[in-house]
């Protein structure tokens, strides 16, 4: 089983990582453990990443996709594995999508975990707390002040891969927001239906079966969009910000008009603009589009 857990700092994927290596007997490969490790063992690449992840930045994509390479090739690796913080940009998920390719793996799921952003400093601040009270070195970059600029690097840089995986029919959302059972058990529900079919539509299912809003700010059901985006699946688009991302999803919603039957091109057609806002590509949020994406 080959996963990405995404979402910003303090969304729990790394503890929803942990969970999934004792059941699925896979690896966790954080890029930002490693990166820690480099820095810590003052490696090159620690040298080089150590001001930048202090600074809450991201290190060059060409650094950390040249460390995955590496490790997905381990032995530990083969039975599968959880990238935990890689992707972080869309360059970085193309390498990936290259380097899968090259290796002839293939990625079963992406997972996004989505949490109201004014709980994640709240979470931080516990996780550094526990840290101490563990009597552990608590992370440079979990403070207030770098808290946000990574959160600010998330919503630039790392949010589109929402829309990136979205298209290419590979992500799941998960309300982050949930007691930690929950979300395991959401996750569980979403790989199982990965696993019995192979695909990504049982997991859409999966993961459509429990919707839950809260997190996902304001939903605005376009009922004509929706019928579109239900009838026409695959060429139905994910919701963008703005600009350029915005015109795409239209276009690609007028492709989903024009190829879908009939009746989904005239529901389509009564609502383009709802449709171009559905999350068609998304497997939980097809139905209930939010107008952008929510405040974190
Ligand atoms: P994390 O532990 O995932 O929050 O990562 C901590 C820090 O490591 C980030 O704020 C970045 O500076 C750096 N980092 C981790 N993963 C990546 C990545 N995929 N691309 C760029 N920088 C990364």
New binding site residues.
């Given amino acids: 089983m080959r996963l990405i857990l995404l979402g910003p ?1 303090g969304s729990g994927k790394g503890t929803q990582a942990q969970r999934l290596v004792q059941r699925h007997g896979i690896v966790q490969l ?4 490693m ?1 820690r490790a480099a820095v810590a063992a003052q490696t090159p690449i620690g040298l080089k ?1 150590k001001d ?2 202090a600074a ?4 060059p994509d060409e650094v ?1 996709v040249g460390i995955i390479a590496d490790r997905i090739e381990q032995p530990d690796a083969a039975n599968g594995f959880i990238l ?6 869309v360059p ?1 998920a193309e390498a990936l999508d290259a380097l899968l390719k090259q290796k002839q793996m293939k990625l079963d799921a992406v997972i996004e975990l989505r949490v109201n952003e004014g709980v994640l400093l709240e979470r931080v601040e516990r996780r550094a707390a526990e840290t101490r009270a563990r009597g552990e070195a608590v992370r440079a ?1 979990d403070t207030p002040e770098v808290l946000t600029k ?1 959160l600010a ?1 998330y919503r630039d840089q790392t949010e589109p891969l929402i829309h990136y995986y979205s298209d290419h029919r590979m992500l799941a959302t998960v309300d982050g927001m949930m007691p930690i059972e929950e979300v395991t058990e959401e996750i569980g529900r979403i790989l199982a239906a990965v696993g019995k079919s192979g695909g990504s539509r049982a997991a859409k299912k999966a993961s459509q079966a429990k919707r839950s809003p809260k997190a996902s700010g304001k939903a605005t059901p376009a009922k004509s969009a929706k019928k579109a985006a239900k009838k026409a699946p695959k060429a139905a688009a994910p919701v963008k910000k703005a600009g350029k991302t915005a015109k795409r999803a239209a276009r690609t919603a007028t492709k989903a008009a024009k190829a879908a039957p009939k009746k989904a091109s005239k529901a389509s057609k009564k609502a383009p603009k709802a449709a171009a806002k559905a999350t068609g590509g998304t497997r939980k949020t097809s139905a209930k589009a939010p107008k952008k994406r929510a405040k974190r």
Avoid at 30 to 33: P, V
């Fill in positions: 700092p954080s890029t930002g453990d990166l990443a930048i992840m809450g930045g991201l290190v950390v935990d913080g890689f992707p972080r940009t970085q970059d990574r690097s």
